[in-house]
């Protein structure tokens, strides 16, 4: 179907055409989170398809896809979910967008070069996307940051619609902070922390990670604990980076600050990923039992 090319929309009804659309931006973040997750090859990217993925986005209020004749569906409820859908496409683009870009430079220079060190020019492009993914959640709209200010008398219809944006929050967020966490770790890998605005001695790095587990705990005490479920093991699996990483934090750190914080996000973060009842939860207590046993 080559629906990341802009022309294979011609001559479809608008409705077949926006399902298509949909369709394509849920399959190019769900094979991104597979590949970090999971370490899957992509397969929707630019270097496989041999183009760019260029298919547009706009929302017509003509084409509804709910049912437009349920109450709770009324209003500009589609639009605004529309609108916290391709912000989740945004945040998965850019996010693998400065992925995508470390590997291939790293791996050009390594054909020309044995230490693959980068040009300014590469290091200014990964400084620049850095700085775009990281300001992506400043245009999130606010009934996807705060679905309480979503008020309708009909109490049902609010609670209906509340629940769908706070299932949109805690994914949006969720997948924010691991890219964030995950971007870190590549790049501190590559010993590149300086491209990102960070030193590179360690115990910045490990506050630097711990900082993002807060922000991580603090999402979950505050998001509906039927959100959470309806994001599913992805979400879980997400969970169980962050706190594998708190683990190596743990692992790897004398400062008693630092390791009585980390600890303490990585209990709480468990006890989210428990009541979740994620099969990786047991693994990770497990883990963390043998780890303070070899200690």
């Known amino acids: 179907m080559r629906l990341h090319h802009e022309e294979s929309y011609d001559g479809l009804d608008s409705r077949e055409a926006t399902l298509r659309r949909n369709a394509l931006r849920y399959l190019y973040s769900l094979d991104r989170s597979n590949s970090s997750l999971n370490g899957k090859k992509q397969n929707l990217n630019e270097l496989r398809l041999q183009s760019p993925v260029i298919a547009g986005f706009s929302f017509d209020e003509r084409i509804s896809l709910l049912d437009r004749h349920r109450p709770e569906n009324e209003g500009c409820f589609e639009r605004y979910l529309m609108m916290g859908f391709q912000r989740n496409y945004e945040l998965w683009r850019h996010g693998f967008g400065i992925l995508f870009d470390l590997d291939l430079f ?3 220079n390594s054909r020309v070069s044995d230490d693959r060190v980068l040009d300014i020019a590469q290091m200014r492009s990964l400084t620049d996307s850095f ?3 990281s300001s992506i959640l400043d245009d999130v709209p606010e009934f996807v940051m705060s679905p309480t200010t979503i008020c309708n008398p009909d109490k049902l219809r609010e609670k209906y619609q509340r629940l769908a944006f706070w299932i949109q929050k805690s994914n949006i967020l969720l997948s924010y902070y691991f890219l964030q966490l995950f971007v870190l770790n590549r790049f501190a890998a590559a010993d590149l922390l300086s491209l990102l605005g960070l030193s590179n001695d360690r115990l910045s790095i490990d506050w630097k990670k711990i900082d993002i587990a ?10 509906p604990l039927q959100a959470l479920h309806a994001n599913g093991e992805p979400g879980a699996e997400k969970l169980r980076y962050i706190c594998a990483t708190l683990l190596e934090v743990m692992q790897g750190q004398e400062s008693v600050q630092v390791l009585a914080r980390a ?8 006890d989210y990923l428990s009541r979740l009842n994620s099969q990786v939860s047991d693994k990770l207590a497990r883990l963390y039992e043998t780890t303070e046993a070899s200690s």
Do not use: Q
């Not at 807060?214 to 998001?223: A, C």
């Not at 600890?263 to 468990?270: A, V, Y």
């Open 106 to 108: 790293l791996s050009a």
């Open 131 to 133: 700085l775009r993914f």
């Open 263 to 270: 600890k303490k996000h990585f209990f709480g973060l468990l």
């Open 214 to 223: 807060h922000e991580v705990l603090n999402l979950m005490k505050t998001v």
